[in-house]
């Protein structure tokens, strides 16, 4: 009998990870609440799932990120303050961003063993239907949202997919790597996974980008908690036993735009000035400074 094709309403935000690479500045803020220009990183992913209709968001949280949940909530000094001064334009913009009531939930990942062990965190809230992952360090920047095109995707292929896109092959053994039939098509079945595959042994070229789309069979393979990479509990050993031994489908989609790793310092200052120097309002002025620092 044919299944029928569950939509995609939940997503999750594992932001439970302590950001050591940015200490000192994540001692106190979540890295997920730098800025890219003038929004947290996290607003531009949650933002990515909007767009894509995503109606319910999960954030798996940690001590130390409760501005995230202030961050989606209102502030009503600040917009008292901006309506009685008549900045309409800025307390419009502050309200579009805001989810409605009802819209977010938060739980807590109570000790940082690894991302896998976050999305477990969130069964509950997700129950028992197909959800989006989204990791927020993990900025992707194109023409198309990548959540978007992996939606209309899903809507044909159904089952699991999974973004990736292209690293060089010295790179492979710092990601998790899929194996895919055709390495060229936008949407294909994935062959194999592995995360971390040692230098020369990687299935393909191409890398998990840190987004997903997983059935919530996913949820009992998780609470195993088998530590794999780094002792950390991973979300790439579950899924690869929901594809292996669960036989469920799973799909690669490519995504063709600029993915920014804003966990790391370098993708984070890129992707400040990358995107800086597309905003109308900054980039002529930018470019100038930027050309005067380089000397150019
Ligand atoms: P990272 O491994 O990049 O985040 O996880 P990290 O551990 O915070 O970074 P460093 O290496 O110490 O600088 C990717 C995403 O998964 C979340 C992180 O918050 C990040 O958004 N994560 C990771 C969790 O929520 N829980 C974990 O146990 C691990």
Known sequence: MHTPIRPIRKAV???????????????????????????????????????????????????????????????????????????KKELEALLRDLPAAGQTSFTRQQAPLGLGHAVWCAREIVGNEPFALLLPDMLHHGRSPCLADMITAYNTSGGNLIAVAPVPDDQTHQYGIVGVKDAKAKVAPITGMVEKPKPGTAPSNLHITGRYILQPEIFALLEKQERGAGGEIQLTDSMIRLMGDARQPFHAVRFDGTIYDCGSKLGFLTANVALALEREDLAAEFKREVQRLLNV
């Open 13 to 87: 935000f594992p932001v439970a990870g302590l950001g050591t690479r940015f200490l000192p500045a994540t001692k106190a803020v979540p890295k997920e609440m730098l800025t890219i220009v003038d929004r947290p990183v996290l607003q531009h992913v949650v933002d990515e799932a909007r767009a894509a209709g995503i109606e319910h968001f999960i954030f798996v949280t940690g001590r130390n990120k409760g501005v995230i949940e202030d961050h989606f909530d209102n502030q009503f000094e600040l917009e008292a303050t901006l309506e009685a001064r008549g900045k």
